[in-house]
T-cell receptor, first 110, second 114 residues
């Protein structure tokens, strides 16, 4: 158990819909990262937050957004979903370098 | 452009064999992390190496960071079926804290057959 929690574990929805993925980092970790993993692309960095502020953006689509709340939990919002958004979405957290991943949310868009 | 190249992409061996997987880059990293991931699960951190030339051993696993901090290798001795999984390397940039960012390779999928 990495100490990073993610909900829900599985999510099935339809094209055009909007979903929210939730992440609670390890106790004390200030950085939260979101990654997308698909079979053909590997682990792709989406976005990083540090102590409530956005720090870095990766390959995140404009239809996707995230935020980190004062209690340091984070949410990733995915809207206008397309079939190609089906993937595993991971949250990770770190304090000074070692980065720990949550169990992921498997999103299936039908 | 893939900053981190992992090889081989796939590896299937028999229980008891030794193996080495590689992680190469043309870029310098401040640290290098290795993860193992099982299907449908999150990557699990195995080790972090930060010093050029550093060697770390975890039981049957030996990790090495290249002198120039551009490459790394993972050697497994006497592989067991429980070692099966996707091995990912990730190069870290930044000094830690708010500016730390990882770049992942695509991984080596290892299968150890009984």
């Amino acid at each position: 158990d990495s100490g990073v929690t993610q909900t829900p574990k599985h999510l099935i929805t339809a094209t055009g819909q909007r979903v929210t993925l939730r992440c609670s980092p390890r106790s004390g970790d200030l950085s939260v990262y979101w990654y997308q993993q698909s079979l053909d692309q590997g682990l792709q960095f989406l976005i990083q937050y540090y102590n409530g502020e956005e720090r870095a953006k990766g390959n995140i689509l404009e239809r996707f957004s995230a935020q980190q709340f004062p209690d340091l939990h984070s949410e990733l919002n995915l809207s206008s979903l397309e079939l190609g958004d089906s993937a595993l979405y991971f949250c990770a957290s770190s304090l000074e370098g070692d980065t720990f991943f949550g169990p992921g949310t498997r999103l299936t868009v039908l | 452009t893939q900053l981190l190249e992992q090889s081989p992409q796939f590896l299937s061996i028999q229980e008891g064999e030794n193996l080495t997987v590689y992680c190469n880059s043309s870029s310098v990293f401040s640290s290098l992390q290795w993860y193992r991931q099982e299907p449908g699960e999150g990557p699990v951190l195995l080790v972090t190496v930060v010093t050029g030339g550093e060697v770390k051993k975890l039981k049957r696993l030996t990790f090495q960071f290249g002198d120039a901090r551009k490459d790394s290798s993972l050697h497994i001795t006497a592989a067991q079926p429980g070692d099966t999984g996707l091995y990912l390397c990730a190069g870290g940039r930044g000094s830690g804290g708010s500016n730390y960012k990882l770049t992942f390779g695509k991984g080596t999928l290892l299968t150890v057959n009984p």
